[in-house]
C-alpha cells in the first residue's frame, strides 16, 4: 500500500518584534550614511557667489565695446535702400568711405558689390564728390581696392572721382588712413547694417566728422548677416581697444597723398 503524505506544515507566522528590528536596521543603516559632501568638493556660498559676479563681469564686458558703438553712432546712420529717398537722409560730404570686404577672382563678392552699389547712388545723387575705396592689398594677387575701382568703372562712375587705399587692413586703419593719408575730415562711410555702428564710431573716434550709409544685407542673406553679426561681439572689442585704450598707430601709416585733393578739385 502506499505510504500516506505527511501532513502539510502550518503556514508559517511572523515571529513577535521582527518588523520592529527591521525598522531599527534600516534606520542604522541610514544614519551611518554621510549627510554632506567631503570637504574636497564642498563649494562655499563665498565661491559661487563670485564665480555669478565674475559672470556677470564677463557679461558686461563683452556687451559694452558694441554698446559705445551704438551710443557714438546714434544719429549718424541710415538705412540704403529704406525709402525711395533714402540718399537724401545722408548729409553731403566730400567724400564716401568704402570699405572692403571678400574678392574672388577680381571681382567683389556679393556683399562688397552692393556697398559699391550704394556708393555709387550716393554719387550721383550728389551726396559725395568722390569715393574713397579702402581695402586689403597686403598679399600678392589679392586687391580689394582694384577689383572695388573696376567694379565702379564698369558701372559708370567716372575714374578721377575714385581714390585707392591699399592698406585699408581692418575698418580702424581705414578710419585713421583716410584722416591723415588722405587728408579727410568729413565723409560717409558705406558698408553693411550689421558693420555700421562700429564705422562710424571709429571713424568719429578718428576725429572725422562722419555719418554712414549701409545695406541691411539680411533682406538677402540672413544666415551670413546674422554669423557677421555675432563676430561684432569680438571685433567691437578690438575697435574699442584701438581707437579708445592704444590709439594704435595704422599698419601703414604711410605718407601724406593727394590723389584725393585731386578727385575733389576734378568732382567740383
Not at 551611518?32 to 556660498?45: D, E, K, Q
Not at 529717398?85 to 568704402?98: D, H, S, T, Y
Amino acid at each position: 500500500m502506499p505510504r500516506p503524505a505527511p501532513p502539510s506544515a502550518p503556514p508559517s507566522t511572523p515571529r513577535p518584534g521582527a518588523p520592529v528590528r527591521w525598522l531599527r536596521r534600516t534606520a542604522a543603516r541610514a544614519a551611518s550614511l554621510p549627510t554632506s559632501l567631503p570637504a574636497s568638493v564642498r563649494v562655499s556660498r563665498t565661491a559661487l557667489r563670485r564665480c555669478y559676479q565674475a559672470a556677470v563681469a564677463l557679461s558686461v564686458l563683452a556687451v559694452a565695446p558694441l554698446t559705445w558703438a551704438w551710443l557714438t553712432s546714434s544719429g549718424h546712420r541710415v538705412v540704403a535702400g529704406s525709402s525711395p529717398g533714402w540718399a537724401a537722409e545722408v548729409p553731403q560730404a566730400p567724400v564716401a568711405l568704402v570699405l572692403g570686404a571678400a574678392v574672388h577672382g577680381g571681382h567683389p563678392s556679393p556683399m562688397l558689390a552692393r556697398r559699391l552699389d550704394i556708393a555709387a547712388e550716393l554719387y550721383r545723387a550728389g551726396r559725395v564728390r568722390a569715393l574713397l575705396l579702402s581695402g586689403d592689398n597686403g598679399r600678392r594677387g589679392y586687391d580689394e581696392p582694384t577689383a572695388m575701382r573696376d567694379y565702379l568703372l564698369a558701372r559708370g562712375v567716372p575714374g578721377r572721382a575714385l581714390v585707392l587705399d591699399y592698406a585699408g587692413f581692418d575698418t580702424w586703419d581705414s578710419c585713421v588712413r583716410a584722416r591723415d593719408v588722405f587728408g579727410a575730415t568729413r565723409l560717409t562711410v558705406v558698408t553693411q547694417v550689421f558693420h555700421l555702428p562700429r564705422a562710424v564710431a571709429l571713424c568719429r573716434a578718428a576725429g572725422l566728422e562722419a555719418s554712414g550709409a549701409g545695406d541691411d544685407s539680411a533682406r538677402r542673406w540672413a544666415s551670413t548677416t546674422y554669423a557677421y553679426a555675432v563676430r561684432e561681439f569680438g571685433a567691437a572689442a578690438k575697435g574699442f581697444l584701438d581707437a579708445v585704450v592704444l590709439r594704435s598707430e595704422p599698419v601703414f601709416p604711410g605718407p601724406r597723398e593727394t590723389t584725393l585733393d585731386a578727385a575733389l578739385r576734378a568732382g567740383g
